[in-house]
């Protein structure tokens, strides 16, 4: 394989602790539609899918239906709990520190709420402007789409870039991209088994700290070499 060049990360879950924040919130509305599900398990079923995606999946479960105005609300109620709750994932500013390739993100979040949580944390200037919403550029993963945008924008091939992906959905994404991918299982929303799953998925290595992460890429530059 080539060498590295573009490192492509997850929002959610990869750099920002939110996946746990978003499941808590779509649990306690969907209980007020008669829904009781517990955010460990949601967040563990559902990481990495859009909220309509979820909503999709639940009405096939139950048979109920939802309203264009309710699934607005749960969005609303997020975006206000990111913009004041959301932590960094620990060690996110020093792992940037110590990475030299270009990176950009690549997240089923609406721009919008990529920028709110990515200011509220102080990473949208050590990223923008390449912070991608798969809303903007086609599908939403699993589909491939917002990965193959950025191949596009940095001119690069699948194989020299590497992702690194807390969900089975966003693994498969970026595989069917073309993508190398690393797992996380470092933020609040890890389950047992969590890592197992992204190796099935894909993932060649799975990290549990971004610490980690830099000397993964230097390992991958190594095998180019040898």
């Known amino acids: 394989m080539p060498q590295p060049q573009l490192l492509i990360f997850d929002c959610d879950g990869v750099l920002i602790d939110s996946e746990v924040i978003a499941a ?3 649990c306690e509305m969907l209980r007020e ?23 999709e999946r639940l009405s096939e479960e139950t048979g109920q239906r939802f309203s264009q105005a309710f699934m607005k609300r749960v969005d609303d109620e997020i975006d206000r709990r990111l913009g004041t ?7 996110a500013h020093e792992m940037l520190d110590r990475l030299v390739l270009p990176r950009c993100i690549c997240s089923n979040s609406s721009a919008a709420r990529l920028e709110l949580e990515l200011e509220h944390v102080g990473l949208w ?4 402007p390449y912070v991608f919403s798969a809303a903007d550029f086609g599908r939403p993963k699993p589909a491939p789409d917002v990965f193959l945008h950025a191949l596009k924008i940095f001119e690069v091939t699948g194989d020299q870039a590497v992702v690194i992906e807390d969900s089975v959905h966003g693994v498969a994404a970026a595989r069917a991209a073309g993508c190398r991918v690393v797992g996380f299982t470092g933020a609040g929303h890890s389950y047992a088994g969590h890592a197992d799953a992204l190796t099935e998925a894909g993932a060649e290595t799975v990290i549990s700290r971004l610490a980690d992460y830099p000397a993964v890429i230097e390992v991958f530059a190594d095998w180019q070499e040898t």
Do not use: H, S, Y
């Open 85 to 91: 709750e959301a932590e960094e994932i620990a060690g």
């Open 33 to 55: 539609e008669g829904i009781e599900l517990d955010a460990a398990d949601l967040a563990a079923r559902f990481a990495g899918l859009t909220w309509p995606a979820i909503v």
């Open 125 to 128: 200037d050590r990223f923008r």
């Open 24 to 26: 808590r919130v779509q």
